[in-house]
């Protein structure tokens, strides 16, 4: 266990929201507007938080927003290194045969993941989404199970997956809340705006490769919404017109879900009023980046003589435009840290408080590891000491 001692950053940090044009009084109870959307969430990317909810955990058909978990298993296969852009993915019958939105890939053709990854994003492609899921997972059935476990890992609980495409069964629901969890993990891998962002490309399909299919985004946010970076759209007779959608304008990330549209042109223009109030009357403030040195430690019995001490991940405060705040951010650490210690071992943490009122947290953490000093390296520590004093 760990005994805390207290600094305080600049002792009382005052944080005054002076940049701002705008004043909202806008409160949850009070809606400001309605949505034809059966279930719509309007959070904060950075820090998750909920400023329009409308049925948020309702259970409704997904439709191919499913593919955001596929995305999401992607890129963490990618930035692990198990996965290749350029990895050469042979397309089963299985794949080839699914039905819906498709680039029409042949039974026995060879795809890159990377081309996999462009038919999902922009076309919406079921039969690129099971082909990927069949080569990282080595069947759709296991691989599906991946999604459901993903799933429960991020909170999900009102989420179950039945297959990697959409398509509709009675079994595979999830709700705007949960949809907003796995976006937000989605877009903790940056990569993945190199095939969100693309508007237009081509792809070549078919054993020879002399089929051309030309992709359009099927999210039209795009092309016309400033800012706009994601995500996925969804459609069947039994979800209705359904979009997932990003934008990013300076500090502020935000991410729209609407589930149950009636018509194309509402999912859109829905999802742009959600992000529109977000935009106009929200601000994001960073507290902290992912791996930012926050303190140099003194270590006890270790190889080396101190580490740093970096936050475990980003950190901003969804602010409210016009509302100045008092924010206190106080730094809790030990005096040192003991050897052995591993690479990312939580060591401290980062308090936040609203006038004495907690209001977050950022877990402080180890940059490497650090083995115990042997009874050797103890002793070159002294001489080393000693000699150097002499001189």
């Known amino acids: 266990m760990i005994n805390l001692v207290k600094y305080k950053k600049a002792v009382t940090t005052l944080i005054l929201i002076a940049l701002v044009f705008t004043t909202s009084s806008f409160s949850l109870a009070e809606e400001p507007f309605k949505l034809e959307a059966k279930s719509a969430i309007l959070v904060d990317a950075n820090s998750g938080e909920i400023i329009y909810e ?233 507290i902290c980046k992912k791996n930012e040195v926050i303190k140099n430690l003194k270590v006890s019995k270790g190889k080396e003589d101190s580490v740093n001490i970096v936050a475990e991940s980003d950190y901003s405060l969804l602010v409210k435009k016009g509302d100045s705040k008092q924010i206190e951010k106080e730094i809790l650490l030990p005096e040192f840290v003991t050897a052995p210690f591993e690479k990312g071992q939580k060591i401290g943490e980062i308090l936040l408080l609203d006038n004495g009122k907690e209001i977050g947290r950022v877990n402080l953490v180890t940059e490497k590891g650090l083995e115990k000093a042997s009874l050797i390296d103890i002793f070159k520590k002294i001489t080393s000491t000693f000699l150097g004093n002499k001189k």
């Open 54 to 286: 409308k049925n948020i955990h309702e259970k409704l058909p997904p439709a191919s927003i499913t593919k955001i978990m596929v995305l999401l298993i992607a890129m963490e296969d990618l930035y692990s290194g198990k996965l290749k852009l350029d990895d050469e993915v042979y397309v089963s019958a299985n794949a080839a045969r699914m039905g819906g939105s498709q680039v029409y890939l042949e039974e026995g053709e060879i795809q890159t993941v990377d081309n996999l990854l462009k038919a999902i994003c922009l076309r919406s492609a079921n039969d690129a989404s099971v082909a990927l899921g069949e080569h990282i997972s080595g069947s759709i059935d296991v691989f599906v199970q991946r999604m459901n476990e993903k799933a429960k890992q991020l909170g999900m609980t009102n989420t179950n997956f039945k297959n990697a495409t959409g398509l509709p069964d009675e079994e595979h629901y999830s709700t705007a809340y949960d949809i907003s969890l796995m976006s937000r993990e989605l877009l903790n891998y940056p990569k993945i705006h190199d095939w969100l962002t693309i508007y237009m490309t081509d792809i070549k399909v078919g054993k020879n490769k002399d089929v051309t299919q030309t992709l359009v985004n099927t999210n039209k946010l795009i092309r016309d919404y400033q800012g706009a970076n994601g995500l996925k759209t969804g459609l069947t007779n039994e979800a209705g017109y359904c979009l997932a959608a990003s934008a990013k304008r300076g500090n502020l990330s935000l991410i729209s879900v609407v589930l149950g549209e009636p018509t194309s042109n509402s999912r859109f223009q829905e999802a742009k009023k959600l992000l529109d109030f977000g935009f106009a009357n929200y601000d994001s403030l960073p």
